[in-house]
């Protein structure tokens, strides 16, 4: 099971900060990659951030790259995601999702989803 938690207010203005944690619990958190993913409305679901297995390589979308952060704590079975200068196209679900050995940005790699948490960001 994955749980998606957004730490601080979901509706923040541009240029705000927002930090997302996702807690899984149910298989071996450190021997998987963990990732995000947004799904805007009316698109596609379209890769966010990855971490591999040991926090030792982190994986960004264009997009984010340079505002947006991940992170995990395998003692505490979290990954994180800081969000920075968040802008209006951010506005979407974010879902955190947990893949057996890699960390990859196809959504469909991935063997468990959190709920999913909604972020909006107004201009």
């Known amino acids: ?36 993913f947004r799904q805007a409305t009316g698109k596609e679901r379209e890769f966010v951030a990855a971490v591999t297995w040991s926090g030792g390589s982190t994986y960004y979308s264009d997009s984010v790259k340079g505002r947006f952060t991940i992170s995990r704590d395998n003692a505490k079975n979290t990954v994180y995601l800081q969000m920075n200068s968040l802008k209006p196209e951010d506005t979407a679900a974010y879902y955190c999702a947990a893949q057996k050995g890699l960390a990859t940005s196809s959504w469909l790699d991935y063997d468990y989803w959190g709920q999913g948490t909604l972020v909006t960001v107004s201009s």
């Open 1 to 36: 099971e994955v749980s998606c938690r957004r730490l601080g207010g979901g509706s923040v203005q541009a240029g705000d900060s927002l930090r997302l944690s996702c807690a899984a619990s149910g298989f071996t958190f450190s021997g998987y990659g963990m990732g995000w």
